[in-house]
């Protein structure tokens, strides 16, 4: 009988462990570094602080503290060249609809340095 208890709590643990790592797969990776990626902003951009290298050499911007600078409205309309930031717009235009536009720069407004 304590042999079927202790069973019974072993799969208790078993299934709240399981739960536990899945619960957190989307904290450990946003939905907008997932775009970020996939949108092949890393051809042009690191976020060194999020283990994302560029594979350019030069001239490659690093990322890692633009939510120290910009306002997700405002990354927004940059990447849709909406806005320009010193009288120059980006050179690329977000290609994808407008919630995954969100999620990115809800996502990069995140990336801050101290
Ligand atoms: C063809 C190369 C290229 C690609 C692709 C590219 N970028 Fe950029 N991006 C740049 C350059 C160059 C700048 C700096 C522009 C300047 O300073 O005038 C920049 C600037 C930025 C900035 C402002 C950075 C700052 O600190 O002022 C953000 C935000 C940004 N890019 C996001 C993205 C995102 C998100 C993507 C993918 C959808 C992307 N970029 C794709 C070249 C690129």
Redesign the pocket.
């Known amino acids: 009988m304590k042999n079927v208890f202790s069973f019974v709590l072993f799969l208790a643990f078993i299934v709240a462990m399981y739960g536990f790592a899945f619960s957190n797969v989307p904290a450990a990776d946003p939905a907008g570094k997932k ?2 990626v996939d ?3 890393a ?3 690191s976020v060194t602080s999020q283990s994302i290298e560029s594979k350019k050499k030069d ?1 490659i ?1 690093d ?1 890692s ?2 939510g120290g ?2 306002k997700v409205d405002f ?1 927004k309309s ?2 849709l060249k909406k806005e320009k ?2 009288g ?1 717009a ?3 235009t ?3 609809d407008e919630t995954a536009l969100t999620d ?2 809800t996502w ?1 407004a995140t990336l801050k340095q101290k």
């Open positions: 775009i970020f949108s092949k902003c051809s042009c951009h001239k911007v990322l503290n633009v600078k910009l990354i940059y990447l930031i010193e120059k980006h050179p690329a977000f290609k994808g990115l720069a990069l």
